[in-house]
């Protein structure tokens, strides 16, 4: 079976490839061949090239600063950077454009959109997520952060946890409790919350990994304007779910490609190591590379449909069940075959997944920093027991 995407598309391809070599310096590796300080110069830099050229947000419409690009030529701005080791931006962009500004483009109102957009794209708006609590994670709508209105402003109180780069946001959007007199999924409205107030305190988490990455909030009577809403006052979650399937549909082109990357590195690895005459290993490995093939099919199904114009609902579940579930198992085989140096891991533990780092050197300290972080990807946006209630439920129809 032959893949491919036509002519015209493959013509963007080259342009854009042309201005890959214009941009990256030479002998360009891959942003995890650079230094952690580098990295951050590096990343930052890279942001600014890509706000210039319109392709920090390569679906959005131009009047709002996007690329305007039709989906084709966003799958192909995805796959040559994951080809090329480049980010699709900064730290807070996950949370800002994928998350937030997808969502606002799809179910925001004409001003907020006028707003907010350019903002996250100039990195003015820099965001964050407060979904999760101390007693609200797979049972979100049991949240209990609160919020009233005080004349035309919201006052917030309550505590979010697990907040990713929240250290490094001065926005958040916030699932509040307005109507605690309805039934858990009603009377929830979705805030967006400016961070630098006295009401609102960030306070790091320090990971298994020795980074922090993610962070506590706490509102104390933390302001933010009356129209700061989106949707409508208690109706926030459906626009909450909404923000969810972008979350978890995310990357569907490029995540394939990365992970394919990182098999071959671990390949690599095993024949450095003498673990290619195992026959256990051997099996592992094969097995791993048949799970990167299937995720690059269901890669092209979650796209066959985005460019039928349909957005990510239930479905994305079944990509991120995948994908995340196959990183643990492949990081578990790295440290079979790293063995016991893994207990003293050499170089650089990297923060983020490993196929944030394509390009990094083959060490001990980010096969064994990968697969600490990979436990995390069963977990965000849903752990891999509620990504099969939501498949079982809402795709097979089960009874719940
Ligand atoms: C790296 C990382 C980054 C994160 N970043 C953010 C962020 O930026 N913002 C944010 O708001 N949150 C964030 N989170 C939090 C994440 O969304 C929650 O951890 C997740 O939703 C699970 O909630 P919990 O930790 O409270 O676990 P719980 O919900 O308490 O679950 C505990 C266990 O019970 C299982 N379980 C729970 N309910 C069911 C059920 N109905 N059926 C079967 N099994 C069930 C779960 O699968 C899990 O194994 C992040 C988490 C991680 C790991």
Redesign the pocket.
Known sequence: MRIGYGDQAESYRAELRRLLATELPARWRGVGALSREQRQVFVASWRTVLFERGLLAPSWPREYGGGGLSPLEQVIVAEEFARAGVPVGGPNDT?GINMLGNTLVAVGSEDQKRHFLPRILSGEDRW?????????????ASLRCRARLDGDEWVIDGQ???????HLANWIFVLARTDPEAPTHKGITFLLCPIDQPGVEVRPIK?LTGHS??NEVIFDAARTAGHHVVGEPNEGWPIAMTLLGFERGAAAATLPIRFREELDRLLALAAERGRTTDPIIRQRLAEAYSRVEVLRFLGYRSLTSFLGGASPGAEASVFKLFWSEHHKRVTELAIDIVGVDSLVPEGEMPSGPRMDHPGAPNTTGSWAGTFL?A???T????????Q??ILGERILGLPR
């Open positions: 949370f964050c997520q407060g979904y999760s609590e101390p007693d609200a994670g797979s049972d979100l979010k946890v697990w907040t990713s780069a929240g990971m990455e993610f972080v436990r995390g990807g977990i965000y946006a849903g752990t891999s027991e509620i099969r209630n």
